[in-house]
């Protein structure tokens, strides 16, 4: 085979899909678009007999060959052979056996494209609960394809699909000679047609021009033939595409008698519905939905204390010995007070992130957080969304710009444009080390009960908040934006499974190096120019300024010590940093902001979460070499030059909700330019936000000070 071999990966959503890729691939992979979409493109190499090295694609999940969202249309092409870069070998096709009529139809339809298939049975044990039993031979006679069951979790069958699919790009297995459905009943002149003209098509394949035609890569005389077609055999696309699926079901129905054998409709309460009953309940549901929320966030500070609390007291260490070890001089001042606090402001919040995404993981494969959208779609309805906006929602708790770009998803265009407005209102990740530093300095550590942390309630309460103000802005918007299409909300709720905890372990890995080399980067790049910007300034007064507390210090000897800090603090305040903060602080000052956060404020507007970078910069060019506390006892120590605290209760809570409300991301502002087409939306989003943030912190300041 002179070209790699490429494997696309098809089936339906919560087939199992995303477990057999990450199976067959391993750690191996890697995230891009698909060819000209913004549509996320999952790859990974996979090492099949006689040591062939093959392309693994997983293409979004898709229920028939009819596509409706952009991410189907993707697949579809692929499948179709109408994507110019992707052209697999062969398809692999995840189908649920614990949901095996609804499967069957997509995968019969690929089966009828005539393309090398071979179908990977999952969720077999979820089956045998089910009493479901399936005669693998009889349904692969039926079928005409190779059909392996599975057990990602186990990691069982593997090796032998992995042959199975060898053999069918060698050519060993070929697709089946007899049509699933007699396609050509559906419409015979027209399909014979259509073969004329593109020779080697299957029939079913056929069907498909005559229906998706206009949307493929054919020359101009090729389109105007098979539209001369439609007309002239008055082929109905919609009465065909009705029939096609009444037959497949019938002829589903009887390959199911001759290779499945179940128990009866009213043996088949599961306990998963019985949960339901409770999960689901219109009162109890929500109680319990807010429990989970409640017992996540607190997570977060029960366990990640300890991790964070001996990465802050290793870094003062390591900063304390190379302040020891290296010779004085601008070269250890940067190291030492923009690059160790730049990697500190990092490292302390890798333990938090990987506990916030390891739990929405845990309840992403148990199967609750699609029950989430479920719960809250009357909810959604009330705000002019619907309970497709909530997964958007959900998944912007970890950055807003892949959530917004799976707006697309929702296919009515007044939803999708209030989901895109909202989204960068739920608190990402990148809001979680801003949240949690505040938390820290203005939110005592008591608990209730001996484990109900206030500290934890207090970020419950942001999160939920964001989520309240989202609703809010877009029930206000609901009036404001004249666009009237109607929606549907169809959702299918998946069984309940225990996670695999390999996949959970996966996840939190592949989130913390996100963040450390992804923000990370950003974070470092702005410290060390932060640095400059904060030990340099106006040469005569930075000049004038070292001189005069020289000369206070030889004079006062005793008072020395002191002298010096004031000085680093003149200093700081009289840097290029500190009179861009100065210009600045009249406009924060009614928030209870200082200069040192102003500054903060302008660097984060790249990345939120550097605004912990730029704190511990500012502070430790401030302390000099001498000060040896973590970022938390000296901000806890800052004070006016009145000698009163900067971070009390109202200022952390008027900067936390600044942090929650305004849009301070230029990634998210620039990916809603792309989704929406143009910049009226992002400045919309930019002054809406802003000025919200502004009106709310200021009422918090002034209530609470």
Same mark, same amino acid.
């Given at each position: 085979m002179s070209k790699p071999i490429q494997i696309a990966l098809a089936g339906n959503p919560n087939s199992g899909k995303s477990s057999l890729f990450n199976s067959l691939t391993g750690l191996n992979q890697k995230v891009g678009n698909f060819p000209g979409v913004t549509v996320d493109k999952h790859s990974g190499f996979a090492q099949l007999n006689n040591n062939i090295k093959a392309e693994v694609i997983d293409l979004p999940g898709s229920y028939s060959l009819y596509p409706r969202r952009t991410d189907e249309w993707v697949a579809y092409k692929v499948l179709i052979n109408q994507d110019t870069e992707i052209q697999p070998d062969a398809v692999v096709v995840a189908v649920d056996a614990s949901n095996l009529k609804r499967n069957l139809l997509f995968a019969s339809q690929l089966i009828d494209l005539k393309i090398p298939v071979v179908i990977a049975l999952t969720m077999m044990d979820i089956a045998r609960q089910k009493e479901?039993?399936?005669?693998?031979?009889?349904?692969?006679?039926?079928? =005409?394809?190779?059909?392996?069951?599975?057990?990602?979790?186990?990691?069982?069958?593997?090796?032998?699909?992995?042959?199975? %699919?060898?053999?069918?790009?060698?050519?060993?297995?070929?697709?089946?000679?007899?049509?699933?459905?007699?396609?050509?009943?559906?419409?015979?002149?027209?399909?014979?047609?259509?073969?004329?003209?593109?020779?080697?098509?299957?029939? $079913?394949?056929?069907?498909? $021009?005559?229906?998706?035609?206009?949307?493929?890569?054919?020359?101009?005389?090729? *389109?105007?033939?098979?539209?001369?077609?439609?007309?002239?055999?008055?082929?109905?696309?919609?009465?065909?595409? =009705?029939?096609?699926?009444? *037959?497949?079901?019938?002829? %589903?129905?009887?390959?199911?008698?001759?290779?499945?054998?179940?128990?009866?409709?009213?043996?088949?309460?599961?306990?998963?519905?019985?949960?339901?009953?409770?999960? &689901?309940? *219109?009162?109890?549901?929500?109680?319990?939905?807010?429990?989970?929320?409640?017992?996540?966030?607190?997570?977060?500070?029960?366990?990640?204390? $300890?991790?964070?609390?001996?990465?802050?007291?290793?870094?003062? *260490?390591?900063?304390?010995?190379?302040?020891?070890? &290296?010779?004085?001089?601008?070269?250890?001042?940067?190291?030492?007070?923009?690059?160790?606090?730049?990697?500190?402001?990092?490292?302390?919040?890798?333990?938090?992130?990987?506990?916030?995404?390891?739990? %929405?993981?845990?309840?992403?494969?148990?199967?609750?957080?699609?029950?989430?959208?479920?719960?809250?779609?009357?909810?959604?309805?009330?705000?002019? &969304?619907?309970?497709?906006?909530?997964?958007?929602?959900?998944?912007?708790?970890?950055?807003?710009?892949?959530?917004?770009?799976?707006?697309?998803?929702?296919?009515?265009?007044?939803?999708?444009?209030?989901?895109?407005l909202i989204t960068p209102l739920m608190s990402c990740s990148a809001r979680l080390p801003v949240y949690t530093i505040l938390i820290a300095l203005v939110v005592p550590q008591k608990y209730s009960l001996g484990f109900l942390s206030l500290q934890g309630l207090v970020m419950m309460g942001l999160y939920l908040f964001g989520v309240v103000m989202a609703l809010v802005v877009a029930w206000i918007a609901k009036r404001l934006i004249k666009i009237k299409d109607k929606s549907f909300f169809i959702l299918e709720l998946p069984i309940y499974r225990s996670p695999r905890w390999k996949n959970v372990l996966y996840t939190m890995i592949e989130k913390a190096k996100v963040f450390v080399f992804n923000a990370g980067k950003v974070i470092m790049v702005i410290s060390l120019l932060l640095w400059v910007l904060s030990s340099y300034g106006p040469k005569d007064i930075m000049r004038e300024t070292n001189v005069k507390y020289e000369t206070l210090k030889q004079q006062n000897p005793s008072s020395a010590a002191v002298l010096e800090k004031e000085k680093q603090s003149m200093l700081l305040q009289n840097s290029y940093a500190g009179v861009m903060g100065k210009y600045i602080e009249p406009v924060i000052q009614p928030l209870g902001f200082d200069w040192k956060i102003g500054i903060a404020l302008i660097t984060s507007f790249a990345a939120r979460e550097v605004f912990v970078g730029t704190m511990a910069t500012l502070y430790s060019v401030e302390g000099g070499e001498a000060d040896k506390q973590t970022l938390r006892h000296k901000m806890e120590a800052a004070t006016n030059p009145d000698g009163s605290k900067v971070y009390t209760l109202a200022t952390g809570v008027s900067l936390m909700l600044f942090y929650l409300l305004a849009m301070q991301c230029m990634s998210t502002l620039a990916v809603v330019r792309r989704e929406t087409q143009g910049w009226k939306w992002p400045i919309i989003q930019l002054l809406y936000m802003t000025g919200l943030a502004y009106v709310m912190s200021m009422m918090a300041y002034w209530l609470l000070r």
């Open positions: 479901i039993r399936i005669d693998v031979l009889a349904l692969e006679r039926e079928l =005409g394809v190779p059909i392996v069951p599975v057990n990602a979790r186990r990691n069982k069958g593997f090796e032998l699909l992995k042959k199975r %699919i060898y053999e069918t790009v060698s050519q060993t297995y070929r697709p089946p000679a007899f049509d699933f459905i007699d396609n050509k009943q559906l419409a015979p002149a027209a399909i014979a047609t259509v073969k004329e003209l593109l020779p080697g098509l299957s029939d $079913y394949a056929s069907l498909h $021009y005559l229906i998706n035609h206009e949307s493929f890569a054919l020359n101009h005389s090729l *389109q105007e033939k098979i539209e001369q077609t439609e007309i002239t055999n008055n082929f109905q696309p919609t009465a065909v595409q =009705g029939t096609e699926i009444v *037959q497949r079901y019938q002829r %589903i129905r009887q390959v199911m008698q001759n290779s499945v054998a179940e128990r009866t409709q009213k043996e088949k309460q599961l306990y998963a519905e019985q949960i339901d009953k409770v999960l &689901l309940h *219109q009162h109890w549901g929500y109680i319990i939905l807010l429990s989970v929320l409640f017992l996540l966030f607190q997570s977060i500070f029960w366990i990640a204390q $300890y991790p964070m609390d001996l990465i802050e007291t290793v870094f003062v *260490q390591i900063q304390t010995w190379f302040q020891t070890v &290296l010779p004085a001089g601008w070269f250890t001042d940067l190291f030492l007070n923009g690059v160790l606090p730049g990697l500190s402001g990092i490292l302390v919040f890798v333990p938090q992130i990987m506990i916030l995404f390891g739990l %929405i993981t845990i309840l992403e494969e148990t199967g609750y957080m699609a029950r989430i959208s479920f719960l809250t779609d009357k909810l959604m309805r009330k705000a002019g &969304l619907n309970g497709k906006s909530v997964m958007p929602m959900i998944s912007a708790f970890a950055c807003a710009v892949p959530a917004i770009m799976s707006v697309r998803n929702i296919e009515n265009r007044k939803e999708r444009l209030l989901t895109i």
